[in-house]
C-alpha cells in the first residue's frame, strides 16, 4: 500500500493484514480488495466517487467502485455512469468496463463498504467497513477536493465533509437517469477543480 495512505488510515493496512494467506470468501478476492489505495498517491486524489458495495461476483468486482472486469455485460451503475457522461459532456459512449483512466487523473472510484457478501441475515454490512471509511473521507476532506455520494446508504457519510465540494446523488440506476443527468456532474466537478486552480478530469472513457 503506498505510504500516504498507511499514515493516514492505519486502518487499512490492520485490515490488509488480516487478509494475509486467508481467504474469506467475501468480493473483491482479497488480491484486488484495497487495489483503489494501492494505485494512486492521497495528495493526487481529485475527486472521490462513494458507491455502496462491490459486485457480490468476484469474478466481476475490480476493486474500484462502478467497475466490471472486462468480457462481462456492463453493470446498470456503469450503463447510468456512462450515459450521463455521453449527456453532460457530448462524448462518445465508452464501450470498456475500465474506469482506470479516470484513477490515473486523480479520481478514487471507492465503496463505502470494502466487501460484501450474502448471509443468512442478507448482505453484510462491515461496522470496520465503515469506520475505515469515515477515516478515509475526514483525511481527504479539502476544499479543492469533490465528493460524490451515490445512494441513500454512501450520502450517510456526506456528514464527514466539511470544506470540499459535496454532491449527494440517487444510485445510478437507469430508472434514475433523469434527475441524475440534470446534476451534470462531470462538468460540474471539472467547474470546481478549476476554480481552485487544478487541472480538470478528462471523463472520456475508451
Known sequence: ?????????????????????????????????????????????????????????????????????????????????HNMLVDDLRCKMPVRNNLQPWVEQGVLPITRNIQTYYSTRGLYDSQESHTIMHRILRNLDTSYRAFVFFGASASKLSVCIDRGLKIVLPYPTMNNLDKLKEAKMYSTINAHLVKHNRKPIDWRLP
Open 1 to 81: 500500500m503506498i505510504p500516504s495512505w498507511k499514515r493516514s488510515v492505519p486502518q487499512l493496512e490492520l485490515y490488509r493484514s488480516k487478509l494475509l494467506g486467508v481467504d474469506d470468501g467475501m468480493s473483491p478476492h482479497p488480491a484486488v480488495r484495497l487495489r483503489a489505495y494501492d494505485n494512486i498517491l492521497m495528495k493526487n486524489v481529485k475527486v472521490i466517487l462513494l458507491g455502496w458495495n462491490p459486485n457480490k461476483d468476484r469474478k466481476k468486482a475490480t476493486g474500484y467502485a462502478f467497475e466490471i472486469s472486462e468480457g462481462y455485460n456492463k453493470t446498470p451503475e456503469l450503463v447510468t455512469l
